[in-house]
């Protein structure tokens, strides 16, 4: 395939004459840079219009009329501030599990324990909350909170990249496994120790609270939306930064994409895949402050509630790029939010069934999408092999 | 085409027309074979070689034209007919499973079976008669993810036989192979010719062509150009026919006889009193399968010296270089640059002391396929483009576009990711990135494997002028001609010693060969 496919000579007869040469590539340049755009920008959308279409045919089979229900949908998410707000809530503990997700797949680990690493990211939060003195100005209280709640969803990210580095455990069953570990010694140990009684939950933290949105735009009033989503999008941007203009980011990505050229590139591939899973672990953990310090104000048992393999999602759909993933997780905390507001005509379940489609249409669209960007990689080469050769004949 | 016409061919392609969406792979290509022949392809990369073949094999569908096959036009059929109609390929990238013994490959698909299950034990035996028939030796017990790259060749090879191939086409076989096997090879072919069989054999290599076969069709730019009797055919009418021009051809001084060439030692300018750079000692290593594949080894390379090793894949050069890359531990031994003991030095600690690296597998180990040209451009390397952790990129386009500029790649968009280019010019890539920087050794492991006749022309040039600039160079290569061409001593590798290290000069095709072997241990 590669010689056909590739079509050309690297002995072309001669050179084309410079001026054109330089035409060709720009245009070339051009062409491939848009195709890297459709590509980005393609399966999401492919994704959202077949979820509409099921959605339509199921809304029909509960005798409703779909505009009518996507109307109500969209009114009771983007129709209101208070709708805004909880989006943006959700979202951002989506963004924090996608981005931990996306991380670690750029480094060809999978990490399916973000749900665990959020938990335990929230619980660290909660235990430092309650232990700090009281009154702890939040400018210092916030910070060493985020921090314990990285640390944490840091260290539990260790544990299976520690594995995967050091005897090539398998960090899929390791993470696996390691959500029920994690959550059932958080269970035990909030239930046996921390909990108030008659409740899931610790005692209320007493310094580090994030304030809400609500406190500086009286709109949001009565949403969970709060200042996380600011941490969140700001680790979006240094996720971006740190793949794409870090080395450690270039030996990520080629870690991920041809581990035995990273080695011979002078990368130590274990050292990237622990330090990777630590990383993806920090993401998720920083999820964790949104319920915890944004919302309710303690740790409770199941808050995480499948935001951690929602992540998985995210990350597909967002296809591993930090912005795309903040994209992705609007839209699923757009779906999640929206089968409250549509309840009163159809089940919420239906947008559980929508988030259901637009992934297994990403899950479909993604790979075929690559295969048609490489296509279009050796078009643009072909295409300058032709001009090249139709020049000098 | 009246030219082509005969009565009853094996394999008769007509005006086939073949696109990849706006690439025209084929646009107008005939082939005719007759059987029992040995039919050369030759043309570039990217003549469309490798897509009529496929559309031979049943693997695309053409988008015009006709394919006859013992005169039955058998236009667009599908693997499994091709296979049952007795056609095999044989293909450049080999499509084996790598976690199954060599057996279990082979029969994959065609298992025989006791009762419900797989007989290993008969398909084990039924592999080993095969070999030994063949003359294709491979241990049928070992993993193909452990076997060299020759190996696996030769277990694709086995696997066509095995389905009853009659008609074999041959995508580029002896790129992975060394002389003696490259004569094995001809000695299985030859035999298939005289039980009938037929052979297409694709090949960039022309002295080849003129060795074994009967009929040689060129291709360029996915049209049929012409078609040659070998007897009485030069390479250098093949070479005209493929690239449309003269080339400069370094196999033409060898190709007709297997002498002695004397190569321009004299042209390197450091003296022979040099201290050398590269010091290697006792260094014995082990392989995947954990024999002991490089066997207490030493020897030096000076400056402005190329020592080359010539022998048969899987005698232990592929661990010998990535024990001196540091990509493989050391069992024993030390291996010394200048001065400076790499002891347990990392792989970035070496390259950094000057040690350039062309690794045999470009496209597992040497690029990083969905990687820009100007990224692959810095691999191995990234730690000096940029401070504090954050890449340049700017340096980084700078770079590219020089070296696109230098080493000629192509197309130069610096952009393109390196899956997109043409093997050659994957290549240069390579070479770039690994000689246009400050380096005193480079190793360089099949420098021209898979590469048309230009990027070669191109690759040895390089390669000498290094030479000449007091640069060590350890040379490893599956295609002898190119040792004797470049090497200033060679030696010869067997059983992960080096059996013989002689002058290049007082070295013939011949005698190198017969080391190889063993024979002459």
Sequence with gaps: MSSGMSGGTSTGPAAPPCEQQRKMQSTGEVRAIVQRLAGGFLPPLVALASAAVVGDLLILSFGEAPSTVFRLLVEGTWGNAYGIGQVLYKATTLACTGLAFALASRAGLFNIGAEGQLAAGGFGAALLGTLLPAGTPGLIAVPLCLLAAMLVGAGVGAVPGALRAKFGASEVIVTIMLNFIVLAFLNWIVSSKLRVPETLHTLPVVAGMVPRLADSFAAFRGSAANFTIVFAVLAAVVSWWYLFRTRSGYELRAVGLQPDAAEYGGVRVPRVMLVTMCLSGALAGLGGMNFVLGYKGYYEEGFAGGAGFLGIAVGLVGRNHPFGILGAALLFGTLSQGGLAVNAIVPKQLTDILTAVVILAVAVAVPEVQKQLRAAAANVTAAFYRDARNDVS | ?521
């Design chain 2, 1 to 521: 085409m009246t030219m082509f016409a005969s009565n009853a061919s094996a394999i008769r392609m007509t005006g086939v027309v073949k696109a990849f969406g706006a690439v025209v792979a084929n646009r107008d290509a005939f082939l005719d074979v007759a059987p029992g022949e040995i039919h050369a392809l030759v043309g570039e990369n990217g003549a469309g070689k490798s897509t009529l073949m496929r559309v031979l094999a049943g693997m695309y569908a053409p988008d015009a034209g006709t394919v006859q096959v013992n005169s039955k036009n058998v236009t667009g059929w599908k693997t499994q007919d091709a296979i049952a109609a007795g056609v095999g390929m044989v293909h450049q990238h080999f499509m084996l499973v790598p976690t199954l013994t060599v057996a279990e490959n082979v029969i994959l698909g065609m298992e025989p079976r006791k009762g419900m299950q797989v007989d290993l034990h008969r398909a084990v035996i039924e592999v080993e008669s095969l070999c030994r028939k063949s003359g294709l030796h491979v241990d049928a017990k070992a993993k193909v993810a452990d076997l060299s790259v020759g190996e696996a060749q030769r277990v694709e090879i086995l696997k066509a036989l095995y389905r009853g191939a009659k008609i074999l086409i041959l995508d580029e076989p002896t790129a992975v192979l060394s002389p003696p096997e490259v004569r094995d090879l001809w000695t299985v072919l030859r035999a298939l010719k005289a039980d009938g069989g037929t052979v297409v054999l694709i090949t960039h290599k022309l002295d080849e062509v003129i060795a074994v076969s009967d009929t040689i069709t060129v291709m360029r730019g996915g049209m049929t150009i012409s078609r040659f009797a070998t007897e009485g055919t030069t390479p250098r009418d093949i070479a005209r026919a493929m690239v449309g021009r003269d080339v400069q051809l370094h196999l033409d001084a060898q190709s007709g006889a297997d002498t002695c060439v004397a190569p321009a030692a004299t042209e390197s300018t450091a003296a022979p009193s040099a201290l050398p750079v590269l010091r290697v000692t006792n260094i014995s290593v082990m392989s995947d399968r954990g024999t002991r594949a490089v066997n207490d080894l030493s020897f030096e390379i000076r400056p402005g010296e190329i020592l080359g090793i010539a022998g048969v894949e899987g005698n232990g050069q592929t661990e010998l270089l990535e024990a001196i890359a540091g990509l493989r531990a050391m069992q024993s031994g030390s291996v010394q640059l200048s001065s400076q003991d790499f002891g347990t030095r990392s792989v970035r600690e070496r390259a950094d002391l000057g040690l350039s690296h062309i690794p045999e597998d470009r496209q597992r180990r040497g690029l990083i396929l969905d990687y820009s040209i100007a990224d692959n451009l810095v691999l191995g390397r990234q730690q000096h483009f940029g401070s504090f952790g954050a890449l340049d990129t700017a340096r980084i386009a700078i770079n590219a576009v020089e070296q696109v500029r230098r080493f000629d790649i192509r197309p130069a968009m610096p952009s393109l990711p390196a899956r997109a280019l043409s093997g050659g010019n994957q290549q240069k890539i390579v070479i770039a990135r690994e000689m246009g920087r400050e380096f005193s050794v480079l190793l360089a492991a099949q420098p021209t494997r898979g590469v048309d006749v230009g990027a070669i022309e191109f690759i040895h040039a390089q390669l000498r002028l290094a030479r000449n600039a007091g640069k060590g160079i350890l040379l490893v290569s599956a295609d002898l001609p190119e040792v004797l061409a470049l090497s200033d001593r060679i030696a010869v590798m067997y059983g992960g010693r080096f059996v013989t290290v002689l002058p290049a000069a007082q070295c013939t095709a011949e005698q190198l060969g017969s080391y190889m072997t063993g024979a002459a241990v």
